[in-house]
């Protein structure tokens, strides 16, 4: 599987974007729908909006993840570097 990464400001992004985008095809598709009394071009639109939504939020796009995490390192990778650093000094 492939692997994408967002930073948390990018998962909320992502859901704002969601939201918005979702609500605003909903209302457009509930308005042509009454308007024009045809639930099956509602539904397309609303589809639609979902597809558009889809290719915003799902790939890992870089807006996404301007804000990376840096992680400590492990306590096991922290003491292998203390114990080569104090060989080294020892040399």
Known sequence: MFEYHID?????????ITQGVISAFGVIAFLVGLTLQDIRLSMYIF???????????????PYLNKNPVSWL????????????KG?????
């Open 73 to 84: 390192p492990s306590r096991e990778k922290a003491l292998a570097q203390e114990s080569s």
């Open 8 to 16: 948390f400001q990018g998962q909320n992004k992502a859901e704002q």
């Open 47 to 61: 589809v639609a909006g979902i597809a558009v939504t889809f290719l915003l939020v799902v790939p890992a796009w």
């Open 87 to 91: 060989k080294e000094k020892s040399d």
